[in-house]
């Protein structure tokens, strides 16, 4: 064998400088990943341990080592050869992903065995990105493929290394950003992380886009349910301010919250934030036009459109409604004004169907409820054409609904008739067709909640309501976190069915919620003003 130092020597010669005198404890390393056990015997033709997943199957073990190296028990070994479809799986180029032909790549050059840890998984890699300037491996950035069946799977991807901390590791799955820009140190050297990646053109892949230096130990692979109910729920970085009530969506992979009641003068404020899970980080963004609670909102790529709502006063305090419809771009950080609403409205819902937007339900001025049903063309606006037209109008006029979009179908879910002490909750849901203009009521929720508009949203399918009130005032919060699934068959709406999920871990209203990469996000919230944010990952 030869001496640790010589093979890293022979390896990176650019970083021989940087010397170890003794291994590096796995368990100081590894924080809390299962170590692995010896590694079975390898049948001599396919190189596999006999406990190995086979490929191709639902589920596969995937680690990335040199031939010669021991296999991790359960694991397929991925030596760095090019992809081949009758294998099933190996790398391609990255640049090669933008086009309809992946090119396959040979990285072999690019595998370590560094002997410093005691879980084979972690103590052995691939380059993804090659940059050390004087190293013999491949430096064209490489991309991995797996042969699966479409689909949506649960895929663990772990990145470092023991030996070396210089690196900026950047991993996408289909797309997702799993980890972003992770720089480990001789305390962290290891990441990994689980994302729910949906597969549609029959391979999973996986690049280091945007990474330096990206070194992947092991992929696990595993084929997920669209119908979870167990969520395991952890804390992430808290909202920088306490709000509820405000306007939030889901858009560039994070979650954005708008406005919101901030203290008990209940004058809405324009303070905006992003939360970042790829990093667990809020940044503020652009302030609002002016302060806002209770508006609808909707999705379009990286515009996010903001319609109707409680705009502050300049003097303090609120009105009820507004005719003010926004649309925030993420990238540019600005808004821009587009077509009021043909009346003011507030505690309405907001989606996109196709190029419509749809705004309806809510109160009036007076905070009477209103049922009117109304839809702009995106490519109208900035034309002579360009205004709300008159749709059917929503059967039993009700606010602080759900809302989502599912099938081709918009969703009007629960909600409220009357306010505050005078509100009559509803379990009504009713789903709209475009194509015959009309509303048909569908499967009720279990029980009657409001105060759901932000945190109502769509996953594998499904659409999920998280937390809600279902009466004013002290007690009147819950957790309850709940999925709805239409009927496979259009035409038998009685086969729809709400099932619940794991719930929050405490009672909140009037929060934002959504779905990241597989995973689930709710922030902020009554009562009160709170900041903390929760994580919850589905659990088959």
């Known amino acids: 064998m030869i001496p640790a130092l010589v093979k890293w020597a022979r390896d990176e010669p650019s970083r021989v400088s940087q010397t170890f005198t003794r291994p590096i404890a796995a368990t100081s390393l590894v924080n809390s990943v299962e170590t692995a056990t010896e590694a079975s015997p390898l049948d001599p033709v396919t190189g596999l341990s006999d406990t190995a997943q086979l490929v191709g199957a639902t589920s596969a073990k995937i680690n990335f080592q040199p031939t010669g190296a021991a296999v991790p028990t359960g694991y ?5 050869a090019a992809y081949d479809a009758t294998r099933g799986y190996g790398w391609v180029r990255q640049d090669s992903l933008s086009s309809t032909t992946h090119v396959p790549l040979e990285i072999t050059p690019n595998t370590r ?11 052995t890699l691939i380059h993804m990105q090659d940059n050390a300037p004087n190293s013999s491996g491949v430096k064209t950035p490489a991309a991995w493929e797996y042969k699966l069946d479409n689909g949506t799977y649960n895929v663990t991807v772990s990145v470092g290394d023991a030996a070396y901390f210089d690196s900026q590791h950047s991993i996408r799955v289909e797309g997702v950003k799993a980890i972003d820009l992770f720089r480990p140190s001789s305390t962290q050297p290891f990441k990994q992380t689980t994302v729910l990646a949906s597969v549609t053109d029959g391979k999973l892949t996986i690049d280091a886009i945007g990474g330096t230096n990206t070194k992947l130990n092991y992929v696990d692979i595993a084929k997920a349910t669209s119908d979870f109910t167990a969520i395991n729920w952890s804390t992430v970085a808290p909202s920088p301010i306490g709000r509820s009530e405000g306007p939030g969506a889901i858009a560039s992979g994070k979650l954005y919250a708008f406005g919101g009641y901030i203290n008990t003068t209940y004058t809405p404020t324009p303070r905006s934030d992003a939360y970042n899970p790829a990093n667990n980080t809020w940044t503020r963004i652009k302030d609002l036009p002016k302060g806002l609670t209770h508006a609808g909102t909707a999705v379009d790529g990286k515009n996010i459109y903001i319609a109707g709502g409680y705009p502050a006063k300049s003097t303090g305090g609120q009105r009820f409604a507004t005719r003010d419809v926004w649309k925030y771009n993420v990238d540019t950080n600005t808004y821009t004004a587009l077509p009021l609403l043909p009346a003011a409205r507030g505690g309405g819902a907001l989606e996109l169907l196709g190029r419509e937007l749809h705004f309806f339900g809510g109160s009036d001025s007076n905070r009477a409820d209103r049922g009117e049903h109304w839809a702009l063309n995106l490519d109208t606006v900035g034309t002579a054409n360009a205004t709300w037209n008159q749709k059917a109008s929503l059967p039993n006029p009700r606010n602080h609904l759900g809302d989502a979009t599912l099938g081709g179908k918009i969703y009007a879910i629960g909600g409220q008739r009357g306010q505050d002490a005078n509100a009559v909750y509803q379990t009504a849901v009713h789903t709209y067709n475009p194509q015959s203009n009309s509303w048909t009521a569908v499967e009720s929720l279990p029980r009657a909640r409001s105060h759901i508009g932000a945190a109502t949203f769509v996953m594998n399918g499904r659409i999920i309501v998280a ?11 819950v957790s309850d976190v709940t999925a709805y699934k239409p009927s496979a068959d259009p035409s038998n709406p009685s086969a729809d069915s709400w099932k619940s999920l794991t719930p929050l871990p405490a009672a909140r209203h009037s929060g934002v919620a959504g779905s990241i990469g597989g995973q689930i996000f709710y922030t902020t919230g009554a009562p009160g003003f709170k900041t903390t944010s929760y994580k919850g990952i589905p659990a088959n």
């Not at 397929?76 to 760095?80: N, Y």
């Not at 002997?115 to 103590?123: E, I, S």
């Open 467 to 477: 937390g809600g009130e279902i009466a004013h005032g002290s007690g009147g919060t």
């Open 113 to 123: 065995d560094r002997n410093r840890v005691a879980d084979q998984r972690l103590d």
């Open 76 to 80: 397929t070994k991925d030596t760095g």
